[in-house]
Structures are given as C-alpha cells and as structure tokens.
C-alpha cells in the first residue's frame, strides 16, 4: 500500500497531532518539506505498509514502513496517537525543529575516495 505523495505534502499536514500543528504552520510544513526532499534520492518517501502495533487501550502505536530506496532493508516507523476522534501521527520531527537543515553538516565520507585529487 502506497502510503503519501511527496508531491503533496500539504495534504499530510492535517494528519500531525495537533501538538505538532500548534509549532508549525501548512505553510511552513510544505516549505521545510520540499526543502527536506531536494535530495529525493538520499530520503525516498515511497513507504509501503509493513505492520502496526497499538497499544492496549487502542490510543498510540507505531506503524511499520518498508522504505522504497536503493539500500534494502531501509525502514520507516510512523508513531501515532489518537485524539479529537481520529488518529494522527507524531512524524517529521526534524522538519518541525528544523533540526532537518543539519542533515549535510556532517558527511562521514569524502570525495577522495572517488577521485585522485593528488593527479
């Protein structure tokens, strides 16, 4: 099951707790979104259904993502809440804190590896 369109990232937003809501507007969701996904190919957002775990009295849980990306194996873990009547998901943390803008402050690899730039 195709879970999200990253080319509608307005249509997630209504879907984030209310919590995450109240720090972050549609507007500024969709702006540190895109931004987030202008290396699509280094944070794919295809996820595909895996399995869900809820708790006891039906009011959190964690929903299990495969992650459709050239590394097998990558997994996407969405954590939930029920409030208000439906359920929402506690996710894209980072876009919200903006702590996303440090993602390429620190690359564990170089260029050199690649090329000889002794030559």
Known sequence: ????????????YEYLTQE???KITRKEFVEAFN???????????????????ISEDNLSGTAHFSQ?????G???????????GNYYMKAFEKLIDGSYLDKFESIPYSLDS?????E
């Open 74 to 84: 990558m997994e996407y873990d969405v954590k939930f809440i029920y409030e208000n």
């Open 35 to 53: 931004k987030e996904r202008s290396y699509p190919y280094l944070t794919p957002f295809f996820i595909n259904f895996e399995s869900i775990e």
């Open 20 to 22: 995450y809501r109240d």
């Open 1 to 12: 099951m195709y879970i999200m369109c990253s080319s509608t990232p307005e249509n997630i």
């Open 114 to 118: 690649y090329f000889d730039f002794d």
């Open 68 to 72: 459709a990306a050239r590394l097998p």
